[in-house]
């Protein structure tokens, strides 16, 4: 059981700016009202990697593991909708590029290095945008989003309040490059 005073309940994520932000919310309203847990605007992410609910001490150390990636920017092409029928949620997705699967599998040895146990899944990159939907939506699909990444945040998550960031970090040199060629 969760000690909250203990424990804290993280996750690693690409976090939009308000551009791209915008970019999702546009596409999110092609959906129309899907059920009536829509993601607040406030916390639209794509979820890098979940490890639950861990010790707060336990956070220095995963932070300094996470310090020593060296990763590079990457564009994150969101051209899918689609849905999970297990977790019920809809969400906008896509393919993700060498370099950020490269980044989960990082994170992935990064967070266990530090000590930290967690349920590896497979990764499947989305932006839930939707919860409690109980059918298969009929969603067409979406005008593609090419999204430049240049940094990953660290997320904590209390129930009823909005995302905290803990802490961001920056990916590497390729990103300028990155910055000055994505459109959004
Ligand atoms: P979801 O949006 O697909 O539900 C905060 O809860 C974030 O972590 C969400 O993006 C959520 O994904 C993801 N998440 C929650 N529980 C998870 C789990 N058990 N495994 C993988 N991801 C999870």
Redesign the pocket.
């Given at each position: 059981m969760q000690d909250k005073a203990r424990d804290v309940?993280i996750?690693f994520?690409l976090w939009p700016d308000q551009a791209v932000r915008s970019a999702i919310i546009k596409r999110r309203e092609q959906l129309g009202r899907l059920s009536r847990r829509q993601?607040p605007d406030h916390n639209l992410?794509?979820?890098l990697l979940?490890l639950?609910n861990q010790r707060r001490a336990m956070l220095s150390e995963l932070l300094a593991a996470v310090d020593d990636i060296q990763a590079d920017g990457f564009v994150m092409l969101l051209d899918q909708f689609g849905w999970?029928p297990a977790?019920r949620?809809a969400?906008l997705g896509g393919t993700a590029p060498d370099s950020a699967s490269r980044l989960v599998e990082l994170l992935n040895e990064a967070s266990r290095q530090s000590g930290i146990h967690f349920?590896q899944?497979q990764w499947k990159p989305?932006?839930?945008l939707f919860?409690q939907v109980h059918k298969q939506p009929d969603c067409g699909q979406p005008q593609p989003l090419s999204w430049p990444v240049s940094e990953f945040v660290l997320?904590e998550?209390v129930s009823g309040q909005p995302?905290r960031i803990l802490h961001r970090w920056q990916l590497g040199t390729r990103l300028r490059e990155v910055k000055a060629n994505g459109v959004v």
């Open positions: 309940r996750f994520a993601v992410h794509l979820t979940f639950g999970f977790a949620v969400w349920r899944g989305h932006i839930t919860r997320l998550s995302y």
